[in-house]
C-alpha cells in the first residue's frame, strides 16, 4: 500500500514540475526565437544568391534534455497500448528548438545574417540496466554567411 502511495505521489509531483519547468522553457524559447528572427536558416547546401562576397563561419548549437519521471512513465503506457508517444514529441520539439538557438546566438556573434546547409544530429543518451532513455541530445550546425560590407569607391 505504502509502495503505491510513493509511487503516485512521485507521479504527481513528476507531472507537476515537469510541466512547470516545460512551460517556462517553452516560453524562454518563444522569446528568443522573436529576438533572433532576422537570421534565416536554411538547409540549402549553397548560399542565396547575393552571397557570392560574404564571410563564413561554423557555427552550433548543442543541448541535452532530461526525460523526467511523468514523461517516461507515460511513454511505458503509450508503448504497451501503442501510438504516438507525445510525451517525447514535446522533448525532442524543445531540445531541436533550443539547439537551433543556440546555433544562431553562435552566428549573432559573427554577425551573420544567414546559416545554411543547417544539419541536426539527435542521439538518445541512455542509463539504467534496460537501456532507457534517460535523455535526448540534439545537436544543429550550420554555415554562418555574414556579408562583407564594401567600402564606396572615391572619385
Known amino acids: 500500500m505504502y509502495d ?6 512521485l507521479l504527481t509531483i513528476g507531472f507537476t514540475f515537469g510541466r512547470i519547468a516545460e512551460k517556462r522553457h517553452f516560453q524562454s524559447i518563444i522569446e528568443r526565437e522573436e529576438e533572433l528572427r532576422d537570421i534565416l536558416t536554411f538547409s540549402e547546401r549553397l548560399p542565396p544568391p ?8 561554423l557555427v552550433s548549437g548543442n543541448v541535452v534534455i532530461s526525460i523526467d519521471y511523468f514523461k517516461r512513465i507515460a511513454a511505458g503506457l503509450r508503448g504497451i497500448l501503442g501510438g504516438r508517444v507525445t510525451a517525447y514529441e514535446t522533448l525532442l520539439e524543445r531540445a531541436r528548438r533550443e539547439a537551433i538557438l543556440r546555433m ?6 559573427f554577425e551573420a545574417t544567414h546559416i545554411v546547409n543547417v544539419k541536426l544530429e539527435t542521439a538518445s543518451i541512455t542509463k539504467g540496466q534496460h537501456n532507457q532513455t534517460g535523455c535526448v541530445e540534439v545537436y544543429a550546425y550550420g554555415t554562418a554567411l555574414t556579408p ?3 567600402e564606396p569607391e572615391k572619385s
Open 148 to 150: 562583407i560590407k564594401q
Open 4 to 9: 503505491l502511495i510513493i509511487f503516485l505521489v
Open 50 to 57: 547575393g552571397f557570392s562576397s560574404a564571410r563564413t563561419e
Open 104 to 109: 544562431k546566438e553562435e552566428a549573432r556573434v
